[in-house]
């Protein structure tokens, strides 16, 4: 129902920005003259009109005067209206590192509230780069949105490696490739690059980028034996030319330039034999230049150091 202009008497609240018709009762032949404050007149229709009321909170007036048929002015018929304006605080936009949780909520009272994701709560869990928003409901009946942007920045990708063993007092440099603004290792330094003997410990290092994310990677470095070398031999390798596994290499081998290494099928034929220098890329699953089938093979590994040979097996699979 369309509120109507009584003397003396407040008229209902009102919204700012909202659109609202008054009237009064029609009397025939009758012309009324309209007067508002802190809103726009959008309509008049004589004996009612539609205003759109300004944002300002605030007291506004509505004056309306009668002229009869004959000419006759009647007394100013006037009422007041209460303009409420809230507004809906989210907060300035925020960010949060890749992988972690911010917790978005309204820094104004209200009576409900509705996100743009559905929710209805008074406050949501977000870890997706975007726009929120949410609208709520005041005392009074009054709305208003708000909406905050969340930005997401990428932790540092990075690697130490595959754990890996030093031999014969040899030092090793971890180095993880990836420039950034801090640098933390289990060790206590603080640089790029560290050099370190065997450890049986794990070492560690925290990498924070320019953003402020950071990421933690681990690498095992364990002194020589031939139980830990042997821990380093593949038991398999797929040589279909598919680059990916397509040799049997033996990484460690290149820190026994005279260690040998004999390969056997399951009848005790040699079918790869070297005598140093393993080469690097590995075997490539081939006798004199052969394809060898997919089976079961054998190796014996002599480092050459006086430590009892390795020996096991290996699935070459097609």
């Known amino acids: 129902m369309m509120p109507y202009i009584m003397k003396?008497?407040?008229?209902?609240?009102?919204?700012?920005?909202?659109?609202?018709?008054y009237e009064v009762d029609e009397i025939q032949g009758s012309v009324f003259q309209w007067e508002i404050t802190g809103g726009t007149l959008l309509k008049d229709n004589n004996n009612s009109i539609d205003i759109k009321w300004d944002s300002k909170e605030g007291i506004h007036s509505i004056t309306v005067t009668q002229h009869n048929s004959i000419g006759c002015q009647a007394n100013p018929v006037y009422g007041?209206?209460?303009?409420?304006?809230?507004?809906?605080?989210?907060?300035?936009?925020?960010?949060?590192?890749?992988?972690?949780?911010?917790?978005?909520?309204?820094?104004?009272?209200?009576?409900?509230?509705?996100?743009?994701?559905?929710?209805?709560?008074?406050?949501?869990?977000?870890?997706?780069?975007?726009?929120?928003?949410?609208?709520?409901?005041?005392?009074?009946?009054?709305?208003?949105?708000?909406?905050?942007?969340?930005?997401?920045?990428?932790?540092?990708?990075?690697?130490?490696?595959?754990?890996?063993?030093?031999?014969?007092?040899?030092?090793?440099?971890?180095?993880?490739?990836?420039?950034?603004?801090?640098?933390?290792?289990?060790?206590?330094?603080?640089?790029q690059t560290i050099s370190l003997k065997a450890n049986r410990d794990k070492i560690w290092v925290r990498i924070t980028n320019n953003d402020g994310c950071s990421s933690v990677d681990t690498i095992q470095i364990e002194p020589c034996s031939v139980n830990q070398l042997q821990k380093l031999v593949p038991?398999?390798?797929?040589?279909?030319?598919?680059?990916?596994?397509?040799?049997?290499?033996?990484?460690?081998?290149?820190?026994?330039?005279?260690?040998s290494v004999a390969i056997y099928?399951?009848?005790?034929?040699?079918?790869?034999?070297?005598?140093?220098?393993?080469?690097?890329?590995?075997?490539?699953?081939?006798?004199?230049?052969?394809?060898?089938?997919?089976?079961?093979?054998?190796y014996v590994i002599d480092l050459k150091d006086g430590s009892k040979p390795m020996m096991g097996s290996i699935n070459l699979i097609r």
Do not use: H
Request: with cysteine.
């Open 235 to 259: 038991n398999g390798f797929t040589p279909n030319n598919d680059n990916d596994n397509d040799t049997w290499r033996i990484d460690v081998l290149v820190k026994y330039p005279d260690a």
């Open 80 to 191: 007041y209206v209460m303009i409420t304006s809230p507004t809906l605080t989210l907060g300035g936009n925020t960010t949060i590192c890749d992988g972690e949780t911010d917790t978005l909520k309204a820094k104004t009272n209200y009576q409900s509230i509705t996100w743009s994701n559905g929710s209805r709560e008074p406050f949501i869990l977000v870890n997706q780069q975007g726009y929120y928003k949410a609208e709520a409901t005041f005392p009074g009946g009054c709305k208003a949105q708000d909406s905050i942007y969340l930005a997401v920045n990428p932790k540092p990708a990075f690697s130490l490696g595959k754990d890996t063993i030093v031999c014969d007092g040899q030092d090793i440099t971890l180095d993880p490739r990836i420039v950034a603004s801090n640098y933390l290792w289990s060790t206590g330094e603080t640089t």
């Open 265 to 298: 099928n399951r009848w005790g034929q040699v079918v790869y034999k070297t005598d140093k220098n393993y080469p690097s890329q590995g075997w490539d699953g081939t006798s004199n230049g052969r394809p060898l089938p997919m089976d079961t093979y054998f």
């Open 8 to 21: 003396g008497q407040n008229l209902p609240q009102a919204c700012g920005g909202s659109k609202v018709r």
